[in-house]
């Protein structure tokens, strides 16, 4: 595929579909900066369209996730992953994938806030209530999109189930009751 995609850039250097083609292929491959790499020059031939976008934060998500590489690049990774998304939400606002991803990336980003307060000593109880009350805020920044995600898709049981989480630990218990009817209802 590759040896392919190569003879169709050189004779079709301008061609859309063999950029997305190459994105693909290194998708497959698991060269997600190269994947970038393709995905930045398919957002010069058509900014207007949300799933390039889309893909865009996904690798970036990949990239932030990847605890091998140090934190600041992490975090960058993860604030580009997070423009992406709200630019393909901005493109197309009822995109539930982008909904549910930028959804997933605050509760995500949540949870490793929750792991470093847990790490703290028993004395150093400023800080983990410090830490315990930004990963609340994060969660609290999540719940549009995710519940955008579940008016979209209102059987996906992973919004339901990021939803649940989110409304117990945050003792919303009108949100919480509805969204337990919800997945009883799918079960």
Known sequence: AKAVIEKGKIQFPDNFDMLIAETNVFLKTGQTEKALNALQSALKKDSTNQTIYFAVGANYNILGNDITK??????????????????ALALKP????????????????????????????????????????????????????????HKLEPKDMSSMSALKEIYARLQMKAELDTINAAISAVK
Do not use: H, Q, W
């Not at 703290?120 to 009350?133: I, M, R």
């Open 94 to 149: 009822d995109y539930f994938d982008a909904s549910y991803n930028l959804g997933a990336l605050y509760v995500n980003k949540a949870s490793g806030i929750i792991d470093e307060a847990n790490k703290l000593k028993l004395e150093e109880t400023v800080k983990y209530d410090k830490l315990k009350n930004d990963a609340d805020d994060m969660l609290k920044k999540a719940i549009p999109y995710l519940e955008k995600a």
């Open 70 to 87: 140090p934190a600041d690049f992490r975090a960058d990774c993860y604030k580009r992953a997070e423009a992406a998304y709200i630019k």
